[in-house]
Structure formats: structure tokens, C-alpha cells
């Protein structure tokens, strides 16, 4: 056969150290062959030297309209209380689509450069920003559409029953290009009629539902329960996903098996947005600081689907932040100190495999006919790639090139 692409001597995600090295080859877009040695001619060759390939890094949750604002935002000074909503709330005035445009497309060009192939962003709306993020995010779904799979969930961070005109606004939003509905209760007078309403606006668009929730140092008054019974009542498991729950941090070993039991049952899958949840996390005290993170592998041993996200970069959430899913993902087996080489993959399949099962991605991976989204990173192996957090060396969509990145050059007197 010939081919357009050629990657030659790799080695995949499941690959055994004593087995040969694999030759991809990619035909219009897709993986067409996967062998040793692959024979035929190919329009184009790149040599991967051993280095491990895969399927492109999926960020199931990150905000890509309130990326980039630390420089018109006011810096917290204090520990206690932390006004992050707050910060971003007295700012939201100022936001105008192309302004949003600029900053999320730095942001995203960004995520691309370190090997995102398909992303779930979650864009607010309510009466102070109206529909500019979302507005001004939805022009990237085709402006980096030759980089990235792009969908936006809409969302209500400052409350839905207790804010008037976001509700309208939710609905508006469904009905010009947001894909997935979300919620963030926690800012919400009434946390289980936001719930509630959030799952109505789902049957009526059929659409996926991803949820803030569960945010804080006690595991009392768990709305995820909630969550799971809604998820059974109108049969849309598989299709439910929670964000942050470090509630659940809060908990025993053994009643957190509870709760991770209940979401596996219910096809509740769980994202941990790990640099927010420390950075925002125990503040209610100044000594043995909890770390607020969920220990996703222990969730993921229940049969719970597990993602990590960028959550929020370079706003009063999250001061910090480039992109880089791999980053997030070593941070979070550091945190909950998830140390062994199956623990570590079991991590890695949270910003790919696992990841693209809950967006609903039933085409992703590398095997023939699945698209060319791939990504060879400066490395041999997963483990190894996240336990040193290697650097993307080049990324394809479709089988089209997107990222070059020099491996380093050490140069010796």
C-alpha cells in the first residue's frame, strides 16, 4: 500500500519492552497499517527511534473564556477566604468576544502544543457576560479545527435558580453551539434545583451532562447522590460527568468506596481538576493542610470512569498553568501518592483512553481505520513519559502534522 504518513520504529502505548518496534501508517487521515517493518512507500517518513507514540491527550475539562485575566484581576493576599469567583465575577464586564477569541486561541494553542487532540471546554454564561464566551470560544471550533476537536459546555457559575435571565441564557446557548450542559451548584441557593433544572435542559437537547460539584473540606451533604439517582431515573448513564469532588478527599477509605460504587452503578464518570483543587483546597487552616485532591486511582479500582483536566489557567482559580495535560496528570499520582508503574499507567489512561470514554469517543485510539490523531512524545513508554513529564516532540490530526518540538541538544565543551 501506499501511504501518506509513515512513522517508523515507535512503540505504543501497550508495547512490552522485549517486543520489536511498530511502523504507523497513515492513508487520507486514517491509521491504515500497524506492523513491524512496514512495507510499502510512503509520501512522507518520520523516524521515531523508539519513542513512544499514541493517541492524542484528551482534556475533558478546561475553561478556555476565562483563561489569561490575572493581569485585570485583583490578587488575593490572604489564605482565607479565597474570592476566586468573586475576582472573576468583578471582571466578566470587560469581556468582549474578541476578546475572549484572543485569549482562549492562546490558551488553546498552547494545549496543542503539548498534544491535545480533543477538548471539553466549559464556557459561562449569565447576565453579566451574556453569550460573548461563549461567542467568542465557538469561533475556534473551526479556526483549529486542523489541530483539535473542539465542544463547549455551557455552564452557570454564579448560580442558575437564584441568578434571573441564566436560565434563558442556558437555553440559548444549547441553541447555538454548545454541545454539553453543565452546573455549578455550589454557588446556588438552591443546589438540588440547579441539579434538577440541569438534567430538564439535557432530556430536552439530548445532550451530555458535566457538572462542577461537590467542592470543599466535608463530605456532608453530597450532591453527587443526587446526581446518581437522576443519572438512573432518566437512563442517561454513561453520558453524566462531576468535576472536582474533593469532598470526597474528606472521606474514609471505606465510605468513599461507597460513593465510588454508587457512581460506577449509576455511569457517573469523574474529573479532577488537580492544580485547582490543591491551589483552592484547605484553606480553613494553617497547619496540617489537607491536599483536597481525590485519589482518582482508588475511584478508578471501583469501576469508576476517571479523567484529568486543566481545569482553569492563569485566572484567580488557577494562577498557574500552560496546557500541559501530561503536567496534571504526574501531579495528581504525586499527590495521592500513586507511585507504582501500574498506578502510573493507570494515571496516563486518565488523559487518554479513559478520558475519551467519557466524551464519548468510541473512534479514538491507534488501530486501523481509527483516525491519525497521534502524538510521539520523548520517551519509550507511558510510565516513563509521566513520571518525567516528556515533552511532545510532534503531534498529528488526521494525519497532518501540527507540532514540531526539537528534542534537547546538551551541547558538550
Keep these: 500500500m501506499d501511504f501518506d504518513l509513515v512513522l517508523r520504529d515507535v512503540r505504543l502505548p501497550d508495547s512490552k519492552p522485549d517486543q520489536p518496534t511498530t511502523d504507523i501508517g497513515v492513508k487520507d487521515g486514517r491509521i491504515a497499517g500497524l506492523a513491524p517493518k512496514l512495507g510499502g512507500s510512503a509520501k512522507n517518513e518520520v523516524q521515531g527511534r523508539g519513542r513512544l507514540v499514541c493517541a492524542g491527550f484528551v482534556d475533558t475539562h478546561i475553561h478556555l473564556d476565562k483563561s489569561c485575566i490575572l493581569a485585570r484581576c485583583e490578587c488575593e493576599t490572604k489564605r482565607f477566604p479565597h474570592l476566586a469567583m468573586e475576582r472573576v465575577s468583578a471582571v466578566k464586564h470587560t469581556f468582549t468576544v474578541e476578546d475572549v477569541t484572543e485569549r482562549a486561541a492562546g490558551t488553546i494553542e498552547k494545549c496543542i502544543s503539548h498534544g491535545c487532540t480533543r477538548m471539553r471546554t466549559h464556557v459561562e454564561v449569565d447576565p453579566k457576560v451574556g453569550l460573548r464566551g461563549l461567542e467568542g470560544v465557538k469561533v475556534l471550533i473551526d479556526r483549529y479545527s486542523w489541530a483539535i476537536d473542539l465542544e463547549i459546555c455551557v455552564m452557570p457559575q454564579e448560580g442558575l435558580t437564584n441568578n434571573p435571565g441564566t436560565d434563558e441564557l ?166 495521592t501518592q500513586r507511585g507504582s508503574d501500574a498506578d502510573v499507567l493507570a494515571t496516563w489512561e486518565m488523559t487518554t483512553t479513559a478520558a475519551a470514554r467519557l466524551m464519548r469517543k468510541t473512534d479514538y485510539g491507534i488501530a486501523v481505520g481509527a483516525p491519525a490523531d497521534l502524538v510521539m512524545l520523548d520517551a519509550p513508554d507511558p510510565v516513563t513519559a509521566l513520571r518525567t513529564v516528556a515533552p511532545v516532540l510532534a503531534a498529528y490530526k488526521r494525519g497532518r502534522r501540527t507540532v514540531t518540538r526539537e528534542p534537547v541538544h546538551l551541547h558538550r565543551p
Design 170 to 335: 442556558m437555553v440559548a446557548a444549547l441553541k447555538n453551539g454548545a454541545t454539553v450542559v453543565g452546573a455549578a451548584p455550589n454557588y446556588d441557593t438552591d443546589r438540588a434545583a440547579q441539579i434538577r433544572r440541569v438534567f430538564e435542559m439535557a432530556r430536552e437537547f439530548d445532550v451530555d451532562v458535566d457538572m462542577h460539584l461537590d467542592s470543599g473540606a466535608s463530605a456532608e451533604e453530597l450532591d453527587t447522590l443526587l446526581v446518581c439517582e437522576l443519572t438512573e431515573k432518566y437512563g442517561w448513564g454513561g453520558r453524566v460527568a462531576i468535576g472536582h469532588v474533593s469532598k470526597l478527599a474528606s472521606m474514609p477509605q471505606a465510605d468513599m468506596d461507597k460513593v465510588a460504587r454508587r457512581l460506577a452503578d449509576a455511569g457517573v464518570a469523574l474529573t479532577v481538576l488537580t492544580a485547582t483543587d490543591l491551589y483552592l483546597g484547605g484553606r480553613h487552616t494553617d497547619h496540617n493542610v489537607p491536599r483536597n485532591v481525590v485519589d482518582l486511582g482508588r475511584l478508578a479500582e471501583q469501576g469508576v470512569t476517571c479523567s484529568i483536566g486543566s481545569n482553569n489557567i492563569l485566572n484567580p482559580f488557577t494562577p498557574f498553568g500552560d496546557g500541559q495535560l501530561l503536567r496534571q496528570a504526574n501531579m495528581q499520582a504525586i499527590v
